[in-house]
């Protein structure tokens, strides 16, 4: 599992790298809707959803401009 702390750093060095925005773009929603289900107390969904971001993210990172 990918907790909220590795996917937000991973999308800050992202943008720092120049990351595709696209992508970034669906990273940030991916780990805005793992804060929600946190929030909800849904922490295996939200779980699923920073992973969903770190991949993203991870994404973006390789394909920096």
């Known amino acids: 599992e990918v907790d909220r702390g590795v ?3 991973l999308i ?3 943008v720092a790298a120049g990351g595709a925005s696209r992508i970034i773009r669906r990273a940030r929603r991916a780990l805005a809707r793992g804060n929600r289900s946190a929030d909800e107390g849904r922490y295996e969904r939200a779980a699923v959803h920073y ?3 770190w991949s993203a993210a991870s994404q973006a ?3 920096a401009e």
Do not use: F, I, P, T
Request: hydrophobic share 40%; aromatic share 0%; glycine share 8%.
């Open 7 to 9: 996917a937000q750093v």
């Open 12 to 14: 800050e060095e992202a």
């Open 51 to 53: 992973g969903r971001a």
């Open 61 to 63: 990172l390789r394909r």
